[in-house]
């Protein structure tokens, strides 16, 4: 069992920049591919961004592409996601993901375990 807190939410303006964390439990996060999805009000979750176990190889969604870093850190069990040149479109709550394969796609079925979620809300 794999458990998923997120951080690092909150308000800036468009332009700016924020960090989120993904903290994951668990000595088998090193093994995991991870993800980041976000999902904004009355729209679907949609995939923003993923990270393979090893952290060699990435994927982006073409929304973010150039804005957004995804990256891990295995010995601390995290997952960051760096976001520039925010967009009030961005505006969403934010989702890490894990799956318990070394590589993984796009779709959120895909991923196995889920954070909670932190919003992220980009003002115009």
């Known amino acids: 069992q794999v458990q998923l807190v997120e951080s690092g939410g909150g308000l800036v303006q468009a332009g700016g920049s924020l960090r989120l964390s993904c903290a994951a439990s668990g000595r088998t996060f090193s093994s995991y591919a991870m993800g980041w999805f976000r999902q904004a009000p009355g729209k679907e979750r949609e995939f923003v961004a993923a990270i393979n176990w090893s952290g060699s190889s990435t994927y982006y969604a073409d929304s973010v592409k150039g804005r957004f870093t995804i990256s891990r850190d295995n010995a601390k069990n995290t997952m960051y996601l760096q976001m520039n040149n925010l967009k009030p479109e961005d505006t969403a709550v934010y989702y890490c993901?894990?799956?318990?394969?070394?590589?993984?796609?796009?779709?959120?079925?895909?991923?196995?375990?889920w954070g909670q979620g932190t919003q992220v809300t980009v003002s115009s």
């Open positions: 993901a894990a799956a318990k394969r070394r590589y993984s796609g796009t779709r959120a079925s895909e991923y196995d375990y």
